[in-house]
């Protein structure tokens, strides 16, 4: 089996099942995934506590690994060995059967990885998709809207030239995360608007946020546009599914946009994605997250 470590977001989460999958259906073999890294319902070193999330999904093909299992797919020696490499070097160990990411790129060497392994990692690339993108599109089906005001919109934007537009600041301005992600400028979202405003007609925006206070201060439209900030809690992941449901989006330096940009099938869509995703993170390879497809403001 492939076992893979889960962590972080719902964007996170669904860049490591999606490269789980990849590598199972490759290698014929099975996934599970490993969850105890979620099991912290507190904040733990200024690190947002989340809950596992890829329970909205009813495609899914993996279950949670149980106690026994996980002992087998992450060896104690194996562990160890991890713990002195990381000491050593700074980065964690590549073994066919113990494989951690050392950093934000895409891995060519994920070919030593074995159908019995422990994977750790963030996984954020397009190209782990490439292989298996129908495969990853099946499992990542939304369960259907019910409630009224999602359908409403849902109507909106599916009858219009929708365009989502995703504004992340909340967890993003505290102090550690602004060290490492930053907030997209303000001068991004207006060139954004701008260029798609030029080559669509009768744009209609649908603007995402968690700072809506913010957005209404500082961004101003002329065009058609609605503010979506109803789906919270366990309804969260309904903003990622009306912004794929949208026809182009303008996404913020955040995994949980970039899903919705993914799965928008729209054949003739317009992305557009930030040119700084991250503000210090070491052998980050932009080109390897973005698609060449997307534009970079």
Known sequence: MICIELFGGLGNQMFQYAFGAALAETRNTNLVLDTTSLDYPNELDGITPRPY???????????????NDLKKAKPLYLRMLNYLVYKLTGNGIRHSQ?????????????????????????????????????????????????????????????????????????????????????????????????????????PVFFIFSDDMDWVVANINIQYPNFYVNHNRGRDS???????????????????????????????????????KWFNNIKGFVYSDLVPPTWISL
């Open 237 to 275: 992941f309904r903003d990622m599914q009306l912004m794929a449901a949208c026809k182009h989006n303008i996404i913020a330096n955040s995994s949980f946009s970039w899903w919705g940009g993914w799965l928008n099938d729209t054949s003739e869509k317009i992305i557009i994605a930030p040119a």
């Open 53 to 67: 999330g890829l329970n909205i999904f009813p495609n899914l093909v993996a279950s949670k690994v149980s106690g």
């Open 98 to 202: 113990y494989y951690i990411q050392n950093a934000r790129f895409y891995d060519e060497k994920i070919a030593r990885i074995s159908k019995q392994c422990y994977v750790s990692g963030y996984w954020q690339s397009y190209k782990y998709l490439l292989s298996c993108d129908a495969l990853i599109r099946s499992h990542f089906q939304f369960p259907a809207i019910k409630d009224e005001k999602n359908l409403r919109l849902i109507e909106q934007i599916e009858s219009t030239e929708s365009v989502s537009i995703h504004i992340r600041r909340s967890d993003y301005l505290k102090a550690h995360n602004m060290e490492t992600h930053g907030v997209c400028s303000l001068l991004y979202y207006k060139s954004a608007i701008d260029y798609i405003s030029k080559k669509i007609k009768n």
